[in-house]
């Protein structure tokens, strides 16, 4: 259909284009491949999934073409959790379900098998035998969930537009270390250090920002190759 | 109330015990899991306590989708995920272990050993039928989205003018000599 070189030659639109032409969920959006449906309105619709894990699993669909979940805008996002609620409701009251698993697989080795996003919506009873949703647990060792926890912050913090005020954490160092004697003498060392130190973080964000950026356009446009290369064996 | 007490969440919400904490606001907490099935597994959870999804608001609902898509980009970016699972248990029958309500976000590489797989059943077209017929029956209602009352903030904000106000004729009066 589409030579790999015609592929890499095309701009991000045409690629999204193609996917969506390429897309079964598409279709049952627009209606051209047929479906139950569950729900419907102007941003989503629930259908039920033709390989259930359990009877009434239910596939939340958004009507926009997105393939994974950092794509979507927070209104649509917000939107599909809050009918995704409303709709585990109607599976307890409806099959007296005893409870339900949302799901969402985000990337192919997560388990996403369309390119399309979706959230699961399973229906779970006490015997049903569905062991994969319940979570094993796991030793991690301190130091690496720290340093975690110090990276997702940071992150979290810029997505956010929480500004960390760092040079602070500068000021104190010195004095925990240094007697007030040994102050007076290397005063102008340290501060010297101080701004070095300020001048090297302020580059560091900088750079940072800039290939984050690069990473994004990157990620994105291996990862539509990739689903599209997966894709076309199968038909 | 009990149920409120015992909950180990609630105490990381009222700092009664530690936790790595990624993100807070006032409504929201995002930590490390305490008991982690992977580095980086993370939990997005209201302050406040509801044991299941459908008692939580649909505006908390929406807050909370938000903050956990923002952490899924940051896991995709600084811990160099591959994918991401995101998960909520809701009831005992659905794997739930705490009976705090929390979105959990797994991140994913290469042979990390999960398999989120299931064994797809076999339902013939009149099981398909009937349980089509029956979830219709009760999505008919969906579409009224709770939204958040946002009378007491307008209050506070009045307030504040009025303040403002009273001491700007105050000042203009200490000028008149």
């Not at chain 1, 160092?173 to 007030?180: F, L």
């Not at chain 1, 973080?201 to 920002?209: D, G, P, W």
């Not at chain 2, 272990?97 to 042979?111: L, Q, V």
């Amino acid at each position: 259909m589409v030579s790999e070189d015609e592929l890499a030659n095309m701009s991000p639109e045409q690629l999204q284009e193609l996917q969506k032409q390429n897309c079964i969920f598409c279709h049952i959006i627009s209606g051209k491949v047929a479906s139950k449906k569950i729900y419907e309105d102007d941003k989503v619709l629930a259908i039920l999934d033709i390989n259930p894990a359990n009877p009434g699993h239910i596939l939340l669909l958004i009507k926009e073409h997105y393939q994974i979940m950092p794509q979507i805008p927070d209104d649509e996002i917000s939107h599909i959790f809050m009918v995704a609620k409303a709709i585990s409701h109607a599976c307890l009251k409806a099959l007296k379900a005893q409870g339900t698993n949302i799901f969402i697989a985000n990337g192919m080795i997560a388990g996403q098998k369309a390119p399309h996003f979706m959230l699961h919506i399973i229906p779970r009873a006490n015997v049903d035998e569905i062991k994969i949703f319940d979570l094993p647990e796991k030793d991690i060792p301190d130091d690496m969930s720290e340093q975690i926890n110090a990276g997702l912050t940071n992150k979290i913090n810029e997505l956010f537009g929480i500004k960390t005020e760092e040079p602070i954490i500068f000021d104190k160092k010195p004095e925990k270390i240094g007697s007030k004697a040994e102050k007076g003498i290397d005063e102008n060392k340290k501060l010297q250090k101080k701004e070095e130190l300020v001048k090297e973080v302020n580059k560091k964000r900088i750079n940072k920002k800039k290939t984050n950026k690069e990473e994004n356009i990157s990620i994105d446009l291996d990862k539509i190759s990739n689903f599209i290369i997966e894709n076309e064996p199968k038909k | 109330m009990n149920q409120k007490n015992n909950c180990e969440f609630c105490q990381i919400v009222n700092k009664e015990k530690d936790a790595k904490k990624i993100f807070e606001d006032e409504k929201a907490l995002a930590i490390l899991s305490p008991n982690p099935c992977c580095a980086g597994h993370i939990l997005v959870m209201p302050k406040e306590h509801f044991s299941i999804i459908e008692q939580v608001p649909d505006y908390l609902i929406a807050h909370l989708s938000k903050i956990t898509n923002k952490i899924s980009i940051a896991i995709f970016e600084v811990l160099q995920a591959k994918g991401t699972n995101m998960l909520i248990q809701n009831g005992v029958a659905a794997g739930q272990k705490s009976n705090h309500f929390m979105i959990h976000i797994i991140p994913r590489k290469e042979n990390d050993g999960f398999d989120f797989q299931w064994q797809p059943k076999q339902l013939n077209e009149e099981q398909m039928s009937t349980i089509e017929l029956k979830l219709k029956e009760e999505t008919k209602g969906i579409g009224d989205f709770e939204k958040e009352e946002k009378k007491p903030v307008m209050l506070d904000k009045k307030i504040e003018k009025i303040d403002k106000e009273e001491n700007y004729l105050v000042k203009q009066l200490n000028r008149i000599p």
